[in-house]
Nanobody, 124 residues
Framework: QVQVVESGGGLVQAGGSLRLSCAASGGTFSSYIMGWFRQAPGKERDFVAAITWTGRRPYYADSVKGRFTISRDNANNTVYLQMNNLKAEETAVYFC?????????????????WGQGTQVTVYS
């Protein structure tokens, strides 16, 4: 059983940056695909980014490519999401998730463990 806890959310002006962290415990972190999703009020929880076990292959939603960077530190059981040039429409609760699948996926149903989320509010 893996537990994940997100941190780093907050209030930021449009065009600014935030770095989210996700600390994992209770399992072999390096054996899990890790992903980030976000959910705006009244909307579905959408895929943002995912990363392979080794951290060598990141995957991104088209809407964040070139602005967001996912990375992981297996020695410290942590995955990060660096978000640059944030937009007001990206205001959402951001969730970290762990997957036992063999490859990253954009489907939230394939992620087994979820955190409680961290609020990101982007104002213009």
């Amino acid at each position: 059983q893996v537990q994940v806890v997100e941190s780093g959310g907050g209030l930021v002006q449009a065009g600014g940056s935030l770095r989210l962290s996700c600390a994992a415990s209770g399992g072999t972190f390096s054996s899990y695909i890790m992903g980030w999703f976000r959910q705006a009020p009244g909307k579905e929880r959408d895929f943002v980014a995912a990363i392979t076990w080794t951290g060598r292959r990141p995957y991104y939603a088209d809407s964040v490519k070139g602005r967001f960077t996912i990375s992981r530190d297996n020695a410290n059981n942590t995955v990060y999401l660096q978000m640059n040039n944030l937009k007001a429409e990206e205001t959402a609760v951001y969730f970290c998730a762990a997957s036992r699948q063999a490859a990253p996926s954009t489907y939230r149903a394939l992620y087994n463990y979820w955190g409680q989320g961290t609020q990101v509010t982007v104002y213009s």
